[in-house]
Structures are given as C-alpha cells and as structure tokens.
C-alpha cells in the first residue's frame, strides 16, 4: 500500500507507529465542491482526514434552511465522534471547497484506536477542542453581528487554505453563516469597499488580512484552538 504523505495535520502529529497504523488504512480520496459525505441519520462509516479543500458539518432544519456547526480542514477529521464508537451522522457533512482527504473506514478506526491509547488521546484532545468551537459558536450565533461572524468565517478559511482566493457563491454562503443573502451581501460589500477582500462572480479573495481580522468577532481566536498559522498573504 502507498504511504500517504501527510498533508493533513492531525495525521503529522501522530506517533510513529500511529501514523504508519493508520496510513495502512487510509485510502486516497479526491471530493469536488458541493460532494456530500453523509447525511444526518446516515451511520458514519468512513471519516476523512482532510488534506486540502474544507469540509463542513451544516445543521439541516425541518424548513430546509441550514447552517453551518463545524469546519474541517487540514487540521482536522471528519466524523471524530466515531472514533471509540459507532455513531449515526447528526448533521449533512459537505464540501465546501474541493479537496482531497485520507479516508479511514470507521470500524478499522475504533480497532486501532483500542490497541493505541496515543491515538485516542491525539482524537480526544481534537474532539474536546471541536467541542468548545461549539460552545463558542452557540454565542457567537446568537450575538455577534453578520459582518463580525462572516469576517469569522473569512479568516477560518484562509487559515486552511493554501491560497487567499476561493469560490463560493453567495446563496451557498449565506446556507453556512444561517443568513439571509442579502445580508451577507451587504457584509461582503463592507468588507469589500474597505479594501479588505475582493468578491466576484463568487470567489473571494482576501486582500487585507490584518484588516479582517479587525472586523472579525473574538470568537475567532477563542474558539479556533487547532487554529493554523495565517496563510500568505497574496
Ligand atoms: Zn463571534
């Protein structure tokens, strides 16, 4: 089997013997935007550790509307809660920017978890760090203004992202960030003429990335604890 280098962090951070474990069963995988993993109440039986492109966990409500509760990038897995027992997905799990993972199926996961502690510490210490990103957004949802929450969300994605630029489009947007369109248009439009991003034809480009960071909501730096160092600047 092919060892797969690894571009995703958690798998870097991994004891030697872990990696090597776990790479044996890691199967190279390629998703285009909008690809749905799963559904909620589907069982989880894969999870991803992302190499490039951004995974998103989006709450799916009975009208249809949506938001989204969890990033994953490089940094991350999808589906951790899987990890020491079966679990069925309780939200959609979907692409937002198209990338490449190392995809583990479930079970072979909650096998090598059992013979090695360190790997269920490295996942547990990534569980509880999603675990207060949660706390941290059910706040942040609830207070913090649209432009604060979306210059967020900007910088959550440039931070996992090899370029500044990236596509989405605004319908999709505003599915994530639980808004109307129009108001995160009017938020990509502040943050636009200020000369802190670029937004057409839905790609984003982030010109100024002190200058979001000054828009953006503490909840940034609270709740990002696997927060990676910002990207370049281009
Ligand atoms: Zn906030």
């Not at 799916?60 to 969890?70: A, K, N, S």
């Amino acid at each position: 089997m092919t060892e797969i280098s690894p571009g995703n962090r958690l798998i870097a951070a991994m004891a030697d013997g872990d990696r090597k474990a776990l790479q044996q069963h890691g199967v190279p995988f390629d998703f285009p935007q909008g690809h749905v993993f799963q559904e909620p109440g589907d069982p989880i039986e894969h999870v991803h550790f992302v190499e490039r492109g951004i995974v998103s966990s989006v709450a799916v409500l009975q009208d249809g509307r949506t938001i989204e509760t969890v990033m994953v990038g490089c940094e991350g897995v999808t589906g951790v809660i899987a990890a020491t027992v079966p679990q069925t997905a309780l939200s959609r799990s979907i692409a937002q920017v198209a990338g490449a993972s190392c995809r583990v199926e479930a079970a072979r996961l909650r096998a090598l978890v059992a013979e090695r502690p360190g790997l269920g510490a490295l996942l547990a210490t990534y569980a509880g760090a999603l675990q207060a990103e949660l706390e941290q957004s059910a706040a942040c949802n609830a207070l913090h203004r649209a432009e604060q929450r979306f210059a967020k969300w900007l910088l959550r994605c440039h931070d996992r992202l090899d370029g500044a630029a990236f596509n989405l489009t605004q319908e999709y947007l505003a599915s994530l960030l639980g808004s109307q369109r129009t108001t995160v248009n009017e938020a990509a439009q502040g943050l636009q003429k200020s000369g802190a991003i670029a937004y057409s034809r839905g790609r984003v480009t982030v010109l100024d990335r002190a200058a979001v960071e000054r828009v953006a909501c503490e909840c940034y730096r609270v709740a990002d604890a696997f927060r990676l160092a910002p990207g370049s600047e281009s």
